[in-house]
């Protein structure tokens, strides 16, 4: 089994930046990709970014050139960078991990509250 945990979300300005991290445990040889989803409510979830074991990413296209993910395979630590938020970034940030290279979810992590004010 896998553990996502989450840590980094909270409150912030608009044009303010947040890092959100996800440690991963367990069977981590089985994760392939890891990512970010969020939901925001009244909206279905949705990716937001995502990297591979071998670093190719793939970005919603709204925060393309604010939100930089990167993983360290020496933590089993995934992070995604948010700058330049805006109030429609707010939601709840789920880290998911995936045993299949931009596969369907295996793994979800709780969720973190970023909210972003105006």
């Known amino acids: 089994q896998v553990q996502l945990v989450e840590a980094g979300g909270g409150l912030v300005q608009a044009g303010g930046s947040l890092r959100l991290s996800c440690a991963a445990s367990?069977?981590?040889?089985?994760?392939?990709?890891m990512g970010w989803y969020r939901q925001a409510p009244g909206n279905q979830r949705e990716l937001v970014a995502r990297?591979?074991?071998?670093?190719?990413?793939d970005y919603l296209d709204s925060v393309k050139g604010r939100f930089t993910i990167s993983r360290d395979g020496a933590k089993n630590t995934v992070y995604l960078q948010m700058n330049s938020l805006k109030p429609e970034d707010t939601a709840v940030y789920y880290c998911?991990?995936?045993?299949?290279?931009?596969?369907?979810?295996?793994?979800w992590g709780q969720g973190t509250q970023v909210t972003v004010s105006s």
């Open positions: 998911a991990g995936a045993r299949v290279f931009f596969g369907n979810v295996n793994y």
């Open positions: 367990g069977t981590i040889l089985s994760i392939n990709t």
């Open positions: 990297i591979s074991s071998d670093g190719t990413t």
